[in-house]
């Protein structure tokens, strides 16, 4: 093989990430450049690809000036309801998969392997097929319009049961042995061994169920009948739904400004974690 065709290997893998890029990021890059013009101008000239003067004016409205239909929620507001529905979604699913694949792993008993399986069909049965039962539960337990609402009728994950289980189950057995040697029970054996050895998997889990939980929208809409309790997804089908207030000019740049804002904090967390993340997916060795 010689060096043209490396070269030449080399300049086309480059030229197909570069156009993923144009093609997942201009799309964003439209939205934050209209962002800063006024309804006026997207009214007349459409989507904007140069920025405009009404950064602060427009980003300063959608965060602090309370909207909606009842004028009660801001911008700040459904940020803080998103964050709070994805890192509990999060967390929640990961102590509850930890929890699981530990018992199903090192307790063996006999209904383990049934039990696990039980479990792992549940993907069979999304959010949206369960939907009409778990809001009549969480409606009968008055849990609605609250974060415990919100968050405690996702946390069990059969995704993440199954990846710990194929990760505890890698794990050398003579760890186990030393630990009864030790005299660790169960529970110092879990928060002093396993968790530490699953960080990295841990990481990965917490970084896909915070996604999910932050773009969560049908759920949310059904369990918030109350603005301020509406997750930033709700809000811009809000904005969208209602986009001329009083016979105004439609506001699309408020829109796209929580369009932008929205996109964000995935967006950060993939970034600064996607090192733990590669780990958590790929690596192998304890």
């Known amino acids: 093989m ?3 065709s490396i070269s030449w290997r080399t300049v086309s893998t480059h030229l197909i990430l570069i156009a993923g890029v144009l093609f997942m990021g201009l799309p964003v890059w439209i939205a934050f450049m209209s962002s800063t013009h006024t309804a006026e101008t997207l009214f007349r000239e459409g989507l904007q690809f140069w920025p405009g003067g009404h950064f602060f004016e427009t980003y300063s409205e959608v965060l602090y000036k309370p909207g909606g239909v009842m004028k009660s929620v801001t911008g700040t507001r459904m940020l803080v309801n ?3 529905l994805g890192v509990g979604f999060a967390v929640g699913k990961v102590v509850i998969s930890i929890m699981a694949a530990y018992a199903i792993v090192y307790f063996r008993f006999r209904l383990a392997v049934p039990l696990f399986w039980i479990i792992f069909m549940t993907l069979l049965l999304p959010l949206e097929v369960r939907i009409v039962p778990s809001y009549e539960v969480v409606s009968g337990l008055g849990l609605l319009n609250t974060y415990t609402g919100l968050i405690l009728p996702l946390i069990a ?3 993440g049961t199954f990846f710990f289980r194929q990760f505890f189950r890698s794990i050398p057995e003579e760890l186990l042995e030393a630990a009864q040697l030790d005299n ?4 110092r054996f879990l928060i002093d061994i396993l968790v530490p050895l699953s960080k990295t998997m841990v990481a990965a889990i917490l970084i896909i169920m915070f996604v999910v939980g932050w773009n969560q929208y049908l759920w949310p809409l059904l369990m918030t009948t109350q603005e301020d309790h509406f997750t930033i997804v709700i809000g ?5 739904q209602v986009l001329a207030e009083g016979g105004e000019l439609p506001q699309y740049q408020k829109a796209f400004a929580l369009t932008v804002l929205a ?6 967390v993939v970034l600064v974690f996607q090192n733990w993340f590669v780990k958590g997916l790929v690596e192998s060795e304890k």
């Open 82 to 84: 998103s964050l709070a």
């Open 236 to 240: 811009i089908k809000q904005i969208y």
């Open 2 to 4: 010689n060096m043209t």
């Open 263 to 268: 996109t964000l904090p995935p967006v950060l």
């Open 157 to 159: 994950s059969a995704t």
């Open 184 to 187: 660790a029970g169960p529970v």
